[in-house]
C-alpha cells in the first residue's frame, strides 16, 4: 500500500533517488524561498514536462491532484478571508506544485530506492551520533504518506457523499484520522517484527 511506484523505463526510473531527493528538497526550497508566482508557474510547467519525461499523462497528474482539492478549497477560504485572494491562488499554486514534484518522487522510485537514498546521503551524520536509519526510515514514510493520506481522505469523502454528508467535516476528519491511526499502527507493528 505504501510504494505507489509504477514501473517505467524513463531517465526519471532510471536516475539515482539520491539525485531525485536532492532535487525535491531543492525545488521545494526554492519555491517557497522566492516570493514569486512566476517563479512558481514555471517550476509548474517543468514539473508537468518532467511527468511527461516519465511517460505520466494529464490522467496522473490529475490522481495526484485530485485528493487535496478540499485542502486547496480550505487554503483559498482562508486567504480569501484574511488575506486576499491572489494571495490565495500563489498559495495554492505553490503547494499543488510541491505535491507534483513529491507525487513523481513516489511514481518513479520505490520505497526501497527512497530509503537507501536517504541513508547514503545522511552517511557523514553518522559521525556526530545520528542513527540515520531512523531518519530515513522516517522521511521515507513521511514522502509516502503525502498521496497515501490524500487517498484515504478522497475514498472517505467518495462514501460519504454515498450518504450525503460530504459537507460534514466531522463525518469527514473522524473516519479519515481513525484509519490513518490504524495503518499508522500496522506499519508500527510491521516495522517492530521486523526488528528496526
Known amino acids: 500500500m505504501l510504494d505507489l511506484y509504477i514501473p517505467g523505463q524513463s531517465a526519471l526510473h532510471r536516475l539515482a533517488p539520491g539525485w531525485k531527493i536532492l532535487g525535491l528538497l531543492l525545488a521545494g526550497s526554492l519555491l517557497f524561498a522566492l516570493d514569486q508566482i512566476g517563479f512558481s508557474l514555471l517550476l509548474g510547467a517543468f514539473t508537468l514536462g518532467l511527468y511527461a519525461l516519465a511517460g505520466f499523462g ?29 494571495v490565495g491562488i500563489f498559495v495554492i499554486i505553490r503547494f499543488a506544485v510541491l505535491l507534483l514534484l513529491a507525487g513523481l518522487l513516489t511514481l518513479t522510485t520505490r520505497s526501497s530506492e527512497i530509503l537507501d537514498g536517504f ?19 522516517a522521511i521515507s514514510l513521511t514522502l509516502r504518506f503525502i498521496p497515501v493520506l ?28 481513525i ?18
Open 58 to 86: 494529464p490522467h496522473q497528474v490529475w490522481t495526484q491532484l485530485r485528493p487535496a482539492l478540499w485542502v486547496f478549497a480550505l487554503i483559498f477560504l482562508a486567504q480569501v478571508l484574511f488575506v486576499d485572494w491572489r
Open 150 to 177: 490524500a487517498a484515504v481522505v478522497q475514498e472517505v469523502r467518495e462514501a460519504q457523499r454515498t450518504r450525503g454528508l460530504e459537507r460534514n467535516l466531522v463525518a469527514l476528519a473522524l473516519p479519515s484520522l
Open 119 to 137: 541513508e547514503k546521503g545522511m552517511a557523514p551524520l553518522r559521525r556526530f551520533g545520528v542513527q540515520t536509519e531512523k531518519v530515513s526510515l
Open 179 to 196: 484509519r490513518t491511526l490504524r495503518m499508522s499502527e500496522e506499519i508500527s507493528d510491521a516495522i517492530d517484527a521486523r526488528g528496526f
